[in-house]
């Protein structure tokens, strides 16, 4: 077999970004005007206490120009061509506001502004649902903001950690940088570590999804320089395409509005567990982790950046999740004139870590249904596992032989894994016009994932497949296998991308949206590629290649049908395929252990996703809303072509196809007051040809694959609701309720037959609820205490029973915190997280921490 690939120089990788901003900086721009500018300035103050509202957004509405307020609530925006704007301010907590202002050439217009209190999800403008602002009141589909305050009750919080309490969100971590998901409203399950993820993660709205699994690694993604999240639901994911099936989670980067020099340092260790647990692995040790940051950023003219460096150190919670992270992110922004800008987004991260294994067990693979026995009582340990039973040759003379061998630790702890990511991606905006604007993007992303089985000097036999002959009979697999010195596993994807977006109002009824998207990616890895991998890759040179492109258009129209009905139609094409038109592979599911080539059925895959959105403003504090959309999502490289997940192996599906989901949204928002808002939403997921592993027990032993095995249907209940009593308190509740069924399950053999309730979807938790109390109990003292609930879980991928033990889920996190305000620059924090000491997990057979205690100091000037 021959693949079709072209693999771009090194050098022109290397220079690329480089080359896209020269591109960028020579392109021809309008000269500015003769006229001298004027200015607008003034102090934004709370209308209740008339005490300076800080870091309040005013921005002149269709330009480049705008400003943040001072400690003093003074804010100023200079440069301004003269003419009339519109001026929209916006502050976390107060109603957002705007006033048509008149800017004469050379001179300072004055104006002070007084905004009321609200709620904060009252106070939120979206972005991603339509792909421009909208007020919380206007947007059409589900959506939750995580604001830059929610952001920073954490010491050097990571992105899972952020969007864990959002309704509709599940997070499931098996510990360290190994293997972590984010689900929305039931999208994907533990399958592989975060193979087949169904939501797409943006930094500034570029993709930061791994090409080849299409997984983020959500605790690489460090949230120090982070202005806010945005979380879209349902429906909104058809305006993005493959991979935002289930949903998008896109994080701003933030930009200082001055000088700005910032540092910070957090330390703390992890509690010894409950008495219920019997782990050595705290007999005297305390584990210790450490982060730190520094930054600066300023705003001097036309050019504004931020540069962030972040360093975490994590000695590990349990054996094997073990975390080391060096962290840059770089953003800056120069306005070439009051209509043009360009924007820098990037960052790089490396880390290194233990390869999360599960508690210790025993199975029984030639049993007739291969059952394990979880320890989850040593749950912190890496502990030994035993292989037994006996098998019965499939042929004559049909001798039965015992099987008993025990795998000591020796040979998980000192398996590593190593990731490198990075992003440099760049944005030309230009406002044309007051009713048209473009938008081109140029990106390059580079995602590295090394997995080191043996990192000693001896061959290494752990479970999984190896062949013991029987003369004259055929060769029989046991479930042994051999680790070499050095072995590992590898992949790297090289993403080009590029984009264009334009934004025409083409009446006061009608806002149009057209865009193109594309990227090419070139991949090296030892597994993910149609070519049989090198039995026991040694170095670099065992990595096969293979290409995947990506092409999509799409078009929308915000229909305002009357003055408090608005519509949004939209339709997105898209296209995806590789450079390769068969795949070779073993079949564990036979004896033959000769390889085998089949033709792919779908190297390429396509599909149209239409969305209709509506959202009716029934009164000036209360909207409804009603979406239906198709989505799609290709299967991805790991999908299609994966075959070694440690203990088990996979066998690669040459038929594998497109997945599809239909869903349905109904919902209401309504704020009651300036102290109360609530949320809430019903939706419908119809998924058709769902893409999901399935571990079954072969003539060669266990093994998985992915299959388009199922339809299934996914609903359920979001609600959100927000309480202000008092200025100085705060309470948010949400509570999910989710039912997710296989509508055509039959059994079949597989893994998930043994679930107690099989029709049920694996790891979609039914229940799940979360609750955050905010106390500013003085001008420098704030209190805050989250809690968060997961019921258990009624299925799940390889490790069943029925009797559903040691299943994750059931239990609730309680965690608190204060800040203090040292000096006006200075902020000191004190977290306790798990406050009661909860053993409980979130994945298959992976404990999460128990309590721990950081202690942080944050610095800003």
Same mark, same amino acid.
């Given at each position: 077999m021959e693949t079709k690939h072209c693999q771009a120089l090194p050098l022109f990788r290397f220079f690329l970004p480089f080359l896209m901003l020269l591109?960028?900086?020579?392109?021809?721009?309008?000269?500015?005007?003769?006229?001298?500018?004027?200015? *607008?300035?003034?102090?934004?103050?709370?209308?209740?206490?008339?005490?300076?509202?800080?870091?309040?957004?005013?921005? *002149?509405?269709?330009?480049?120009?705008?400003?943040?307020?001072?400690?003093?609530?003074? &804010?100023t925006i200079q440069g301004i061509p003269e003419g009339t704007y519109k001026l929209k301010v916006n502050a976390i907590g107060y109603t957002p506001f705007s006033q048509m202002v008149t800017i004469s050439s050379g001179q300072t217009t004055t104006l002070n502004l007084q905004l009321g209190q609200t709620t904060v999800m009252a106070s939120e403008i979206v972005v991603g649902?339509?792909?421009?602002?909208?007020?919380?009141?206007?947007?059409?589909?589900?959506?939750?903001?995580?604001?830059?305050?929610?952001?920073?009750?954490?010491?050097?919080?990571?992105?899972?950690?952020?969007?864990?309490?959002?309704?509709?969100?599940?997070?499931? %971590?098996?510990?360290?940088?190994?293997?972590?998901?984010?689900?929305?409203?039931?999208?994907?399950?533990?399958?592989?570590?975060?193979?087949?993820?169904?939501?797409?993660?943006?930094?500034?709205?570029?993709?930061?999804?791994?090409?080849?699994?299409?997984?983020?690694?959500?605790?690489?993604?460090?949230?120090?320089?982070?202005?806010?999240?945005?979380v879209l639901k349902g429906a909104a994911a058809t305006l993005y395409g493959s991979g935002a099936m289930g949903g998008v989670i896109n994080v701003f980067g933030a930009l200082p509005d001055k000088f700005e020099v910032k540092a910070g340092a957090s330390g703390g260790f992890y509690d010894n567990p409950s008495d219920s647990d019997k782990s050595t692995y705290f007999d005297d040790n305390t584990p210790w982790f450490w982060n730190s940051y520094v930054g600066i950023g300023d705003k001097r003219g036309d050019l504004n950046y931020s540069l962030l460096y972040t360093h975490a150190d994590d000695d590990g919670y349990k054996e094997t999740s073990q975390t080391l992270?060096?962290?840059?992110?770089?953003?800056? %922004? &120069?306005?070439?004139?009051?209509?043009?800008?360009?924007?820098?987004?990037?960052?790089?991260?490396?880390?290194?870590?233990?390869?999360?294994?599960?508690?210790?067990?025993?199975?029984?693979?030639?049993?007739?249904?291969?059952?394990?026995?979880?320890?989850?009582?040593?749950?912190?340990?890496?502990?030994?596992? %035993?292989?037994?039973?006996?098998?019965? *040759?499939?042929?004559?003379?049909?001798?039965?032989?015992?099987?008993?061998?025990?795998?000591?630790?020796?040979?998980?702890?000192?398996?590593?894994?190593e990731r490198k990511n990075a992003l440099v991606g760049l944005n030309y905006v230009n406002l044309l016009s007051d009713d048209f604007s473009l938008d081109t993007r140029l990106y390059y992303t580079y995602n590295s994932s090394r997995i080191n089985y043996n990192n000693t000097d001896a061959t290494q036999v752990y479970p999984g497949p190896a062949e013991l002959s029987f003369y004259p009979y055929p060769s029989v697999t046991f479930r042994t296998k051999d680790r070499l010195p050095g072995e590992f596993n590898d992949d790297r994807a090289h993403r080009y991308g590029a984009g264009i977006k334009l934004d025409y109002r083409a009446s006061d009824r009608h806002r149009l949206l057209f865009g193109v998207d594309g990227n090419i990616v070139d991949v090296r890895s030892t597994q993910y590629t149609a070519e049989i991998p090198s039995t026991h890759p040694l170095n670099d040179d065992d990595l096969n290649e293979i290409q995947e492109k990506n092409f999509a258009v799409f078009l929308q129209d915000e229909f305002k049908m009357t003055d408090r009905l608005t519509a949004l139609f939209s339709l997105r094409y898209d296209w995806s395929g590789i450079d390769a038109d068969d795949v070779d592979f073993i079949d564990y599911s036979t004896l033959e252990k000769l390889p085998t080539t089949v033709e792919l059925e779908n190297p390429s895959v396509d599909a149209l996703s239409p969305r209709i959105a509506l959202n009716y403003k029934a009164t000036d504090d209360m909207s409804f809303r009603a979406s239906w959309g198709r989505s799609f999502r290709a299967p991805t490289l790991s999908e299609r072509f994966v075959r070694d997940a440690g203990l088990f192996m996979g066998n690669p599906n040459p038929s594998l196809d497109k997945e599809t989901m239909t869903a349905y949204e109904i919902g209401m928002y309504k704020v009651f007051s300036e102290r109360v808002s609530f949320d809430i939403a019903a939706y419908i997921n119809n998924y058709d040809n769902l893409i999901e592993s399935v571990f079954q027990e072969g003539a060669a032993g266990p093994y998985y694959e992915f299959e388009n095995f199922r339809k299934a249907r996914i609903w359920g209940i979001e609600t959100s609701l927000n309480i202000k009593p008092v200025e100085y308190l705060s309470l948010d509740l949400g509570y999910s309720y989710?039912?997710?069924?296989?509508?055509?399950?039959?059994?079949?053999?597989?893994?998930?037959?043994?679930?107690?309730?099989?029709?049920?979807?694996?790891?979609?938790?039914?229940?799940?609820?979360?609750?955050?109390?905010?106390?500013?109990?003085?001008?420098?003292?704030?209190?805050?205490?989250?809690?968060?609930?997961?019921?258990? &879980?009624?299925?799940?991928?390889?490790?069943?029973?029925?009797?559903? &033990?040691?299943?994750?889920?059931?239990?609730?996190?309680?965690?608190?915190?204060?800040?203090?305000?040292?000096?006006?620059?200075?902020?000191g924090s004190l977290l306790c997280k798990n406050i009661t000491n909860e053993l409980y997990s979130e994945a298959e057979w992976f404990r999460s921490p128990s309590r721990s205690f950081i202690l942080g100091l944050d610095f800003v000037y």
């Open positions: 591109a960028l900086l020579l392109s021809p721009v309008p000269v500015k005007a003769a006229d001298p500018p004027g200015s *607008l300035s003034g102090v934004i103050t709370d209308k209740t206490d008339s005490e300076a509202i800080i870091g309040a957004s005013a921005m *002149l509405e269709n330009t480049t120009l705008g400003s943040a307020s001072d400690i003093e609530g003074n &804010y649902a339509a792909l421009y602002e909208q007020d919380r009141l206007e947007v059409p589909v589900t959506a939750s903001v995580v604001t830059s305050e929610q952001i920073k009750e954490e010491p050097n919080p990571t992105l899972d950690e952020v969007v864990a309490d959002v309704p509709g969100v599940v997070v499931n %971590r098996a510990g360290g940088y190994g293997t972590s998901t984010i689900q929305i409203r039931g999208s994907n399950t533990f399958q592989g570590g975060a193979i087949g993820t169904r939501v797409q993660g943006l930094y500034d709205g570029f993709p930061i999804n791994t090409p080849t699994t299409g997984e983020v690694v959500w605790t690489n993604v460090n949230m120090n320089a982070a202005e806010k999240v945005e992270l060096n962290d840059v992110k770089l953003k800056a %922004r &120069y306005d070439i004139d009051s209509k043009q800008y360009i924007q820098l987004s990037s960052y790089y991260n490396q880390t290194e870590g233990g390869y999360p294994t599960t508690w210790s067990f025993e199975m029984d693979p030639f049993g007739g249904d291969f059952m394990y026995t979880p320890f989850p009582e040593t749950g912190f340990d890496t502990s030994s596992r %035993r292989v037994f039973g006996t098998y019965t *040759l499939p042929f004559p003379p049909y001798t039965t032989l015992p099987f008993d061998e025990t795998f000591d630790k020796s040979l998980f702890v000192d398996d590593t894994i989710m039912n997710a069924k296989i509508v055509d399950y039959e059994a079949t053999g597989a893994s998930i037959d043994r679930n107690p309730d099989p029709e049920w979807l694996p790891m979609r938790p039914e229940h799940t609820a979360s609750a955050s109390v905010t106390w500013r109990a003085t001008e420098r003292l704030t209190l805050n205490t989250t809690g968060r609930y997961v019921s258990e &879980y009624k299925a799940i991928n390889f490790y069943t029973r029925p009797d559903g &033990y040691g299943y994750p889920g059931d239990f609730i996190v309680v965690d608190a915190g204060l800040k203090y305000k040292l000096t006006d620059n200075l902020t």
